[in-house]
């Protein structure tokens, strides 16, 4: 299942860099993360889905990297680009092994299911 992008032909070039860079540098953070770290948690301030995504983890004995960024006053705007970037409409954004399982309750549902430890369990 494939997601609507906008096509860069679709894009006037004078405008393509400022695109790309739009605030970049929390897509490379992220990323970073995700590639150092089997489970990150991608959340904000003020939020309690986030903090059920960490609770249901910290349970489980598992370790993760959590990134908050902002709270519902501000930092949306670098936020913004992470959900343009996943796809993804709410927070948290949960990164299993680099693959983008959801939000707090679906980490729940693979918890629930073992899902979760299948994937951990999976050599690279």
């Not at 070039?13 to 860079?21: K, Y």
């Not at 301030?45 to 006053?73: H, I, M, T, V, W």
């Not at 501000?74 to 709410?90: D, E, F, V």
């Not at 693959?99 to 980490?107: H, M, R």
């Amino acid at each position: 299942m494939g997601r609507g992008i906008l096509d860069e032909a679709h894009i006037h070039p004078a405008i393509r860099e400022t695109i790309a860079n739009n605030h970049a540098d929390i897509v490379r953070e992220v990323q970073a993360a995700i590639t150092q770290n089997d489970i990150v948690i991608v959340g904000m301030g003020q939020n309690p889905f986030p903090k059920k995504a960490r609770k249901l983890l910290d349970q489980q004995r598992l370790s993760y990297k959590y990134l908050e960024y902002g709270n519902y006053l501000n930092g949306w705007r670098r936020r913004n680009a992470l959900k343009m970037w996943t796809g993804w409409p709410s927070f948290p954004m949960v990164f299993v092994k680099g693959v983008l399982v959801g939000g707090a309750n679906d980490l729940q549902s693979l918890i629930g299911t073992g899902e979760l430890a299948r994937i951990l369990s999976r050599k690279p």
